[in-house]
C-alpha cells in the first residue's frame, strides 16, 4: 500500500448508509486501494449532534460537526445527509474546492441537480450519483454510459422497496393496504409516517434522476405525475389476479414521438409514477418482497433488466463505495471530468397527453340497453374497447336500480389520458353506472 | 456540431455486428456528437474482402483491406473482426499508436486479455468490451466500477443465448436435444457447427473475462472447467421439473474461502461452466428464450441481476458504441487511461475443490437391502443425503436382476466434487447400482 498516493476522503451523515460507508472504507482499505490506485484516508465524519448514539464502532475523533472546516483539503467528499440544506451548501462547498463529490440524495438531486452539474462543470470535477436511484443497483453508469450509443425508449421501474413490499403482500396474501401497511411498519419495512413512500414521493425523486439522465434532459420534480397505492384494495389486487396481471407501483419514463406541439422534432417526454396493470409474464411481474427492479428498453439493445436491493444501508453503501473508487481513480488519472453530456431538453408533456390501455371497472343497473349506452360514451370518447367481462353482483351498491346490478370490467385499447378521463366523468355522469370502481392504466403490453 | 472536436474513428470488421456500428455511428451522428462532445468520424471500415456480398448501404469507398493504414491516426479503434489473428496484433498496434480501443472479441480477451491490457496500461491507453461478456447487457461497468467498492462473492451467469433457447424449449416442450437443436438451427438460433455453444466454449470465454473482472484476477481460459449441453435429454428435464428445478447452461463464478493449501489468504476462486439445476423460485429460471442474464452476489449489495439479449448484431452494437462514447469522452477529458485496477490473482482451483449439492439418480435393482449399500457408500465417500426418493421402473434396463429394477432420485447436501465423483464410481461398480442415470449440479440454493 505504500506506493499509493493518498487521498483525503469526508463523509459528511453517519445515518444508516454513512456508518456503512464509514465502516467498509476502513476494513476493506487495502482492497479498496487496489481498486482505486490510491489509499482512501477518511478524514472525518460530519454529524449535527456529536453524542447521538451511533451502532458503530468508529472512532470518537472522526466525529465532527464542523463541516466546513471537514471539506476543505478534502479530494472526495461523500454527502450522505439527506434533505436540501445544508446537504447542497455543502456540496457546492466541495465542488468549488475541488473535490470530487459523491451522493445518494435523491431530493437533492431532483429538486437541484442542474445546478450542482453546472457547478462540477465548471470547475472541471464530477458528481457520482449511483446510490440515488435504485440503491444498490447499478442504473446509473448503464444509462450514463453503456447505453449511451443508444436511444433509450421507455424506462419502468420498481424504485420504491417499501411500496412493492405492500403490494407483493396484498397480492399473496389477498390482504387490505391498511393491515399490510401496520404490519409493514412494525416489522421496519415502512416508516411511521409512510406518506413519502405509499403516496409516490420517493418514487418520482427517483423517476426525475432516471429520465434526466435517460433522455439527457433536466427534468424538474414538479413535471413528474405522481399517484400513490393508497387507493389500492384487495378487490382491485382480486381483479388484477383473475386477468393475469399484478399490480406494481410504476416510475415510468417515456420517450414519445409525434408531439408537434411540444418541440420542433415531436420529441418529448413523459414521467409518471402511479399504480399500474403489469402482466404475470412481464419480468417486473418477478420482482417480489422489498426489491427494485429497471426494466428499460432501447433502441438498438432491447429490452434490459437490472434487479436488486433498492435500500438497505448496507447494500447502498456498495452503490457509494463504487462511486468513491471511481472518483479516485479519476483523481489519480488526472484529466477533467467528463460531466453531463450536452442536454437534449426534451420537453416533458402533462399526464394528458400520456397514451396507455386501461382496465376500467364499473358497477352498472343490470337492464337491458345499458352496455349500449357504455359503449356508445366509450366510443364517443375515442376509447376503443379490447375486452369486456361483465358479472352479476349480488351485492349492488346502495341505490342501485331494483332490476340489480353488475360489474363490467372494460380493458381498452391504448388511448390517451385526458380522452379516457374525460369519458370516465362521462360514464359517472351517465345515469346508467352506478359507481366507478377503478381505472388502472395497463403497462408493458 | 461545428463546436467539437473530431474523433477518427476505424472499424475493423463488417459482419452482423460491425455493419450495425457503422450504420448506427452514421445515422445518429448528431446524438452521438452530444453524448460524446465529439464528432465521432468513421473513416473506414477494414474487410478482409471488398467484394463480399454486404447488407447495407455503407459508402464503397469507406471499405478497404488495408487494416495497418487505417489504423494510423485513428483516435478510436473498434475491432469486430473476431478470432485472434490478426485481431490481436490489429489491437495492439492500435494501441500501440495512441487509440483507445474497443474490442466485442471475447476469444480474444479470454485467451490473450493480459497482453492486451498491458499493453494499454504500458501506454495510458484503455480498452473498453463491454459486448464481450453478455452480448448488449451493460455487466462490464458494473462490475468494474459500481461494484469496485464491493466485494462480489459468485457470479452465476445464462451467458449463452442458443444454450439457453435450447434448454427453454425441452423444458417447456418435453422434446428431445437433438429435436431442438434441429429446429433452432433450421430457425437461425443455432450455427449449422454448434459446437462453441453447445460444448460451452462460448460460455467458457464469458466465464473467463466475468471472472477476470469481478475477482481482479487473470483467469486463463484452460482453468475454466467446462461441460456442454449435449448429454441433456428429455428424462432428465422432466425429472428436473418434477423437482421444482430448471436446467440452464450456468457459467459459475466463484469466491472460495478456506483454501489454504491454495494462497496464504485461503482465499481462492472457481471458474466452471456445466449444466445444472436451478429452483423455479430462482430469477435466472425465468430467462427464457435466446435471453441472458448475470446473477451477482456481492458482499455488501446482496443479490443483483442483469438482464438482456445476449447477441444479436443491432443488440450487441449498442454495447459497442457505448464504449466508443466512453472512448471519446475519455480522449477529450485528458488524463491517463484508468485501466484494470491492481490484480489480487486468486488461484483458480480445479473442478474437484467445488463444493455444491448433487442430484443423481440411479437405476438399481429392486432388492431388499440395495438402499442400504447405496447409503452406505454415500456416508463413506462423505456424501450426506438430503432428500431420496425410490420408483419403480416397469423397463428395467438390459441386465436387470430378475427382481425388478427401481429409479431412485437422491438429492444431497453440499459436497466437494471430487468426493462426489469418487462415490459416484463406487456407486457404478458396487454391483447393486445397474446405471448411474444422471448427475447434475444444483447451483443458487
Known amino acids: 500500500m505504500t506506493d499509493y498516493r493518498r487521498l483525503r476522503v469526508a463523509l459528511l451523515g453517519a445515518g444508516a448508509v454513512g456508518s456503512q460507508v464509514a465502516a467498509l472504507l476502513r476494513q476493506h482499505s487495502a482492497e479498496l486501494a487496489d481498486r482505486a490506485g490510491a489509499v482512501l484516508e477518511l478524514v472525518g465524519i460530519a454529524v449535527r449532534d456529536l453524542d447521538a448514539p451511533r451502532e458503530t464502532d ?24 439527506g434533505g436540501i440544506e445544508p446537504a447542497r451548501s455543502y456540496l457546492l462547498q466541495a465542488i468549488n474546492s475541488g473535490a470530487d463529490v459523491v451522493t445518494a440524495n435523491k431530493a437533492l438531486l431532483a429538486t437541484h441537480g442542474p445546478e450542482i452539474f453546472d457547478a462540477a462543470d465548471q470547475v472541471g470535477a464530477e458528481v457520482y450519483y449511483e446510490a440515488a436511484a435504485a440503491g444498490a443497483i447499478p442504473i446509473i453508469r448503464p444509462l450514463r454510459d453503456s447505453l449511451a450509443g443508444d436511444r433509450v425508449q421507455r424506462i419502468m421501474g420498481i424504485v420504491n422497496g417499501t411500496t412493492n413490499y405492500i403490494l407483493d403482500r396484498m397480492d399473496k396474501e389477498g390482504a387490505e393496504f391498511a393491515d399490510v401497511l401496520a404490519d409493514a411498519q412494525a416489522l421496519g419495512y415502512a416508516e411511521a409516517d409512510p406518506t413519502a413512500d405509499v403516496e409516490g414521493y420517493d418514487a418520482a425523486q427517483k423517476a426525475a434522476i432516471l429520465a434526466s439522465l435517460a433522455f439527457h434532459t433536466a427534468v424538474p420534480l414538479d413535471a413528474v405525475h405522481r399517484e400513490g397505492i393508497t387507493g389500492i384494495d384487495k378487490g382491485m389486487m382480486d381483479a388484477a389476479r383473475k386477468a393475469g396481471y399484478v399490480i406494481k407501483l410504476l416510475a415510468v419514463c417515456e ?4 408531439e408537434a406541439e411540444a418541440s420542433a422534432s415531436g420529441e418529448a417526454i413523459s414521467v409518471r409514477v402511479y399504480p399500474a396493470l403489469v402482466s404475470r409474464e412481464h419480468p417486473l411481474a418477478s420482482v417480489h418482497g422489498a426489491n427494485n427492479a429497471v426494466f428499460v428498453q ?35 488519472a488526472g484529466g477533467v471530468g467528463v460531466g453531463e453530456s ?5 420537453p416533458v408533456v ?90 388502472l392504466r395497463v403497462e408493458g403490453d
Open 342 to 346: 450536452t442536454l437534449a431538453n426534451l
Open 58 to 81: 468508529l472512532p470518537r475523533e472522526l466525529f465532527t460537526t464542523d463541516a466546513e472546516t471537514l471539506i476543505v483539503g478534502s479530494d472526495i467528499v461523500i454527502e450522505l445527509m
Open 298 to 332: 432501447a433502441e438498438a439493445a432491447g429490452n434490459l433488466m437490472f434487479y436488486g436491493a433498492g435500500a438497505g444501508g448496507v447494500q447502498t453503501a456498495s452503490a457509494v463505495l463504487g462511486d468513491v473508487v471511481s472518483a479516485a481513480r479519476r483523481h489519480i
Open 255 to 258: 420517450r414519445l414521438t409525434g
Open 350 to 439: 402533462p399526464i394528458g397527453r400520456v397514451t396507455t390501455s386501461y382496465q376500467i371497472t364499473l358497477e352498472v343497473d343490470d337492464q337491458p340497453g345499458v352496455l349500449a349506452t357504455v359503449a356508445g360514451i366509450l366510443s364517443e370518447g375515442r376509447v376503443s374497447i379490447a375486452t369486456l367481462e361483465q358479472t352479476v353482483i349480488d351485492d349492488p351498491a346502495p341505490g342501485a336500480a331494483d332490476g340489480g346490478a353488475a360489474r363490467l370490467v372494460i380493458g381498452t385499447h391504448k388511448a390517451r389520458e385526458q380522452d379516457l378521463s374525460d369519458t370516465v366523468d362521462r360514464l359517472a355522469a351517465s345515469g346508467v353506472v352506478e359507481r366507478v370502481v377503478s381505472v
